[in-house]
């Protein structure tokens, strides 16, 4: 089975649902399965995470790291179409289509004896779980490696960097009057797209590092008002502050709490990612990645959030690399068939070279590859 074809039947399933990550978690087990490839499956919340593994038991090791879950869609979307290089669909870019690719090159590396090769599926990647997720699951049961690598999308690029996530409850109080007489009262919800236009502006706001120009903030939604013909006194909105590395979240609530008329609480915050760009592994998987490229690559900072957050906390480090596509989220979500190839080629080679650089293929070598 090659790329596109394994991509076009992960898209297939609407995996926004529970019953739809079951499903689909079913088939990649079957998959991989068929393929005598060793697999376990743990779960969390009723959703079920897979962990495979090619390779000696001990000796340098590799992760790779993808979801099943996707943001919601028309269900259209979820009918894989290919036009051209680009196959379009709900996840095709993030990030079942580098799930297909991680899937083929754990295939590839199944009889090769120079690297441990585990590749783990999580259900949740897209939820707003606050406290514990699949990935923190995942390194607790003990599915370790010297580097991992989650497969978000990156146009090919290894993001070395990732915002972190700050999802705030705004709440805006006003005047109610007659809806006949607005200038009696004082309308909230009008007063909240102020309130986040102010949010916009602050000092926090301006900020910028090396690898990003500004954080990202997002009017995800808003509620207010119970009556037409009345002005609303009270109104919601919800925002979603993507927060540089090295920027303090306590800060940033800070001051959007100084706002007059506004209450704000912190409904999820998931740290920044940072890696050194100058890492052994890093540097070896852009020399994988760079013949896909023409040029030699640094390394990148990706604007969404990561979970390989989960890795790095437990000392492993982790970068996000994954295919071209576009439009992730968004109504014509694709992904360039012809990078899916290229994708699987350089983990392959990427973790062949882990195994060469120790300098020996004994299964009982323990210490980490010095590339």
Known sequence: MDERRLAEKL?????????????????????????EIRIEQLELRGL???????????????LLHGHLDVVPAHPEQFKPRLEGDRLFGR???????ALAAMMLALQDLADQERVRVRLA?????????VDYRATDLVVESGCTAD??????????????????VLMLR?????????????????NAIIKALDVFRIIESLPFSRESSELFDRPSINLGRIVGGDAINKVPDYCLIEVDVRYLPGQDPDRI????????????????????????????????????????HGAELTGVGRDGASDAVSFIRAGIPAVEFGPEGGGHHGPEEW??????RAYRNALREFALGLGAATGSTDPDASSPPQL
């Open 11 to 35: 898209i297939a399933y609407e995996s926004v649902n529970r019953d739809g990550i079951i499903a689909c978690a079913e088939f990649v087990r079957a998959w991989l399965e068929a393929r």
């Open 91 to 97: 996840g095709a870019y993030d990030m079942k289509g």
């Open 121 to 129: 599926v999580v259900p949740d990647e897209e939820s707003e779980e």
């Open 147 to 164: 580097f991992a690598i989650t497969g978000e999308p990156t146009q090919m690029l290894v993001g070395v960097a990732a915002k972190g």
């Open 335 to 340: 992904v360039s068939v012809g990078s899916l």
């Open 253 to 292: 609530l800070a001051e959007i709490a100084a706002i007059p008329d506004t209450s704000v609480a912190a409904t999820f915050i998931r740290e920044p990612v940072e890696i050194d760009p100058d890492l052994a592994y890093v540097r070896a998987l852009n020399a994988a990645a760079a013949p896909h």
């Open 170 to 186: 705004v709440e805006v109080s006003g005047r109610a009057a007659h809806g006949s007489t607005p200038w009696e009262g004082d």
């Open 48 to 62: 079920p995470i897979l962990i495979a593994e090619v390779g000696p038991r001990r000796g340098p090791s590799l």
